[in-house]
């Protein structure tokens, strides 16, 4: 089972750069989400997404965009790269039940470096 | 908003010995999940025990243990028997009740196991 897989592992950019992180999920997840992960601060939530051609602003959201054309890709974008966004990324995804909570499945995370 | 606080940025203990490592957190919901999630060296998020707020007894899964004090907002983890594969950051997390299923993190513990 892949589960959750994110394209590139890693990737260096300069300053004002842009690029796009993929994340796929095999699992027909209705939720996905974008965090990213810096020392010391845990993980926070980027941008989020219930469902396809949906998605919403989490708590870090400037300087990303996000899109869900597809239910099983969520796309993080990143217009012009600031040392800023330097971190490690994860995408993670989940299946809703009414009056359930379940597992998050996370991806193996991508660690974006801003030069 | 809610808040996760993990106050304990490093722990150690010595392989077979109990650990205990703190989270407490802070929410107006009364129904609502927690999370621990251990985060080894090749940066994927593993599950490793989960609470629901409704439920009074504490969960366990093999040498995994919490202790919740619902009105403390206290959620620790209690690890036995320590195994040198426990080595890892650990990460508290909070999940509110419906919607988009978001986690809150805390700010992380690394747990270091000496031989």
Redesign the interface.
């Known amino acids: 089972n892949a589960g959750v897989t994110q394209t590139p592992k890693f990737r260096v950019l300069k300053t004002g750069q842009s690029m796009t992180l993929l994340c796929a999920q095999d699992m027909n997840h209705e939720?996905m989400?974008w965090?990213r992960q810096d020392p010391?601060?845990?993980?926070?939530?980027i941008h989020?997404s219930?469902g396809e051609g949906t998605t919403?602003k989490?708590e870090v959201p400037d300087g990303y965009n996000v899109s869900r054309l597809k239910k099983q890709n969520f796309l993080l974008g990143l217009e012009s790269a600031a040392p800023s966004q330097t971190s490690?990324y994860?995408c993670?995804s989940?299946y809703?039940r009414a009056g359930e909570?379940?597992?998050?499945f996370?991806g193996?995370?991508t660690r974006l470096t801003v030069v | 908003a809610q808040t996760?606080t993990?106050s304990q940025?490093e722990m150690s203990v010595q392989e077979a010995e109990t650990v205990t490592l703190s989270c407490t957190y802070d929410t107006s919901e009364s129904d609502y999940?927690l999370f621990w999630y251990k985060q080894p060296p090749?940066?994927?998020?593993i599950?490793v025990i989960?609470q629901e707020a409704y439920k009074q007894q504490n969960a366990t899964e093999n040498r995994f243990s919490v202790n919740f004090q619902k009105a403390a907002k206290s959620f620790s983890l209690k690890i036995s028997d320590s195994q040198l594969g426990d080595a890892a950051m650990y990460?508290c997390a909070y999940?509110g009740?419906q919607g988009?299923?978001?986690?809150?993190?805390?700010?992380?513990t690394r747990l270091t196991i000496n031989p």
């Open positions: 939720y989400y965090y010391g601060m845990g993980l926070r939530l989020y219930v919403a989490g490690v994860f993670a989940s809703p909570n379940t597992e998050a996370f193996q995370g | 996760v993990q940025p999940y090749s940066r994927q998020m599950l989960r990460f999940q009740p988009a299923q978001k986690l809150v993190f805390g700010q992380g």
